[in-house]
């Protein structure tokens, strides 16, 4: 619920195989907001953001709104997974990370969550709703002039 009033959302998770590549755009279509998600503990699930998942978005649907969302959020400070992204020279994605990827790609905003904890998860869901009734992307940048 937004504002009092109660929404119904369909979620269509799609494989992220590249044997998928040419059917995932099949389910695009009416698309009002996407969720596109990366694991705060993945950094390469984090670069899959700018390098994979933005630009098919943006190249079949360029003026549908979405939400980069960082999942896993419980295991940020979990010491084993720390110790494992250590061991490999990398660390956890920071929210300011996440906040500045947004803002590059032009997210509607950046939230995140843990489905485990629950944490921030009704938020997504929310943000998710308040970007479908954002005007589109390309309707905002055009800038009328009367002669």
């Given at each position: 619920m937004i504002g009092g009033e109660p929404y119904t959302l369909e979620l269509c998770d799609t494989v992220g195989q590249e044997d998928y590549d040419r059917f995932r755009p099949l389910s695009f279509p009416q698309t009002a907001v996407f969720l596109v998600c990366f694991s705060?503990?993945?950094?390469?699930?984090f670069e899959n953001v700018k390098e994979k998942w933005q630009p098919e978005i943006t190249r079949h649907?360029?003026?549908?709104?979405?939400?980069?969302?960082g999942t896993k959020?419980?295991?940020?400070d979990d010491s084993t997974v720390i110790d494992r992204l250590h061991r490999d020279n990398q660390k956890p994605i920071t929210v300011e990370q996440g906040e500045n990827l947004a803002k590059e790609l032009e997210?509607?905003?950046?939230?995140?969550?843990?489905?485990?904890?629950?944490?921030?998860?009704?938020?997504?869901?929310?943000?998710?709703?308040?970007?479908?009734?954002?005007?589109?992307k390309l309707l905002q940048k055009i800038k009328c002039k009367l002669l």
């Open positions: 705060v503990v993945s950094p390469s699930s649907c360029p003026s549908t709104p979405f939400l980069l969302v959020i419980d295991l940020r997210a509607f905003k950046y939230v995140e969550c843990s489905a485990l904890t629950q944490e921030g998860l009704k938020n997504v869901f929310d943000e998710a709703i308040l970007a479908a009734f954002e005007p589109p």
